[in-house]
């Protein structure tokens, strides 16, 4: 079973706000990131933000962490038609460089 | 620069049938990663390198081997495919802020 648990699909209208959620088990995790897969396609790397902050802006991504709930949400604000993809979250735990990723949510952008 | 590439981008085998799928970057990285897809199942560690002539077990190592040829080629190999082993195929390299970067992937049916 995963440690990383997201839910699977997110259906918003385009210009509407997308809020992607993820719960991980592992409080020593030390990075959290957020993937973007457009079909066909190789993991796209979005954002990611360091476990030691609760916030991270980047253009129209805004990444929440609530280390106490062990919670990440990336928030894609004004989200487009092109934003339509699966996101998947990952953790990176304080030993080695390996990565253990949720199932990924896949988005639905509505024009 | 290309990033990871991945080739081949699809492969059908027979069961019992071998083969290797291969993954270079040119980004200097040490550590290099392979992973499998599979539908509602996010990415499973299968093998990792985490520097040259050094390769460890993931999380679904079993009908698989590795070879990290040199700094830049990680290779995976299928001695006996078998059903079970169709699935789409990520290699993955770390860089400086320990994000993994991913190649576009081999998709692998197996009959």
């Known amino acids: 079973g995963e440690d990383v648990e997201q839910s699977l699909f997110l259906s918003v209208r385009e210009g509407d706000s997308s809020v992607i959620n993820c719960t991980y088990t592992?409080?020593?995790?030390?990075?959290l990131y957020w993937y973007k897969q457009e079909p066909g396609a190789g993991l796209q790397l979005l954002t990611y933000?360091?476990?030691?902050?609760d916030m991270k802006q980047d253009q129209r991504l805004t990444v929440l962490l609530n280390k106490k709930d062990k919670h990440l949400s990336l928030r894609i604000a004004d989200t487009q038609t092109g934003d339509s993809a699966i996101y998947f979250c990952?953790?990176?735990?304080?030993?080695?460089?390996?990565?253990?990723f949720g199932g990924g949510t896949r988005l639905m952008v509505k024009p | 620069n290309a990033g990871v590439t991945q080739t081949p981008k699809f492969q059908v085998l027979k069961t019992g049938q071998s083969m290797t799928l291969q993954c270079a970057q040119d980004?200097?990285?040490?550590?290099m990663y392979w992973y499998r897809q599979d539908p509602g199942m996010g990415l499973r560690l299968i093998y990792y390198?985490?520097?040259?002539?050094?390769?460890d077990k993931g999380e679904v190592p079993n009908g698989y081997n590795v070879s990290r040829l040199n700094k830049r080629e990680f290779s995976l190999r299928l001695e006996s495919a078998a059903p079970s082993q169709t699935s789409v195929y990520f290699c993955?390299?770390?860089?400086?802020?320990?994000?993994?970067?991913f190649g576009p992937g081999t998709r692998l049916t197996v009959l």
């Open positions: 990952a953790e990176r735990r304080s030993a080695g460089n390996m990565l253990t």
């Open positions: 592992d409080s020593s995790s030390t990075y």
């Open positions: 933000i360091f476990s030691n902050m």
């Open positions: 980004m200097n990285h040490n550590s």
């Open positions: 390198s985490a520097s040259e002539g050094t390769t």
């Open positions: 993955a390299s770390v860089g400086t802020t320990d994000t993994q970067y």
